[in-house]
């Protein structure tokens, strides 16, 4: 296997990138200049040097090792309130409406339908300490499921739902998901503010 293929590879491991898309990228490197081609590959290995994850939140940002993204630190953040989402991206849509004052919760992705063992790929027992912690230190009322309109979505709000209940039985928290506004097989990455702004009023 020569270079292109073995780059095109690497390309095709990015989210939605296919076969065809990944040799696009490769093609378009081999005609931008070298400039670009060098600045490129310095972005990309310097990128965790300057970029850690919020251990409250678990969101990427720029910053100082061990300190909370500007949502968690921020002293005004409604604490009776937190929205669980499913990804980086996820936070960012909804961080850009300016209408959720509360704090955010990245799960780390979707529950697979099929799959049995689950909790290596989310974070399933880090939200429900955080949960019964804030929720006896400092008032956490709601749990928003902001999981995207899909079928694998639907089973990752229910799936949550119900490890909650097993390991809380009698929790006051109330546990709610993202209502009309959404249609069916949205995905919160690419929803707009209007949007969001009736999916989140109209939760239920």
């Not at 989310?122 to 902001?146: H, P, Y």
């Not at 390991?167 to 929803?191: F, H, Q």
Request: charged share 25%; proline share 3%.
């Amino acid at each position: 296997m020569d270079s292109l293929d073995n780059l095109a590879k690497l390309f095709a491991r990015f989210p939605g990138i296919g076969e065809r898309q990944s040799r696009r990228f490769v093609y378009f490197l081999l005609a931008a200049d070298e400039q670009y081609r060098s600045s490129l590959a310095k972005q990309i290995t310097s990128l965790r040097a300057h970029i850690v994850q919020c251990p409250s939140c678990y969101v990427y940002f720029e910053g100082a090792p061990k300190s909370m993204c500007s949502v968690c630190a921020n002293p005004k953040v409604n604490l009776k309130s937190l929205l669980v989402i499913e990804k980086d991206a996820d936070y960012l849509s909804v961080k850009k409406t300016k209408l959720f004052d509360g704090r955010m919760f990245l799960f780390g992705g979707l529950v697979p339908i099929v799959e049995k063992d689950t909790r290596n790929n989310i974070r399933i027992d880090e939200l429900i300490s955080i949960i019964k912690n804030r929720a006896t230190s400092e008032g956490l009322e709601e749990v928003v499921l902001g999981f995207s309109l899909t079928p694998q979505g639907a089973h990752t709000d229910q799936y949550v739902r119900e490890q909650l209940a097993k390991a809380w039985a009698d929790s006051p928290v109330r546990i709610s998901s993202l209502g009309r506004g959404l249609s069916t097989g949205t995905e919160i990455e690419y929803s707009d503010s209007e949007t969001l702004k009736s999916a989140l009023q109209n939760r239920k």
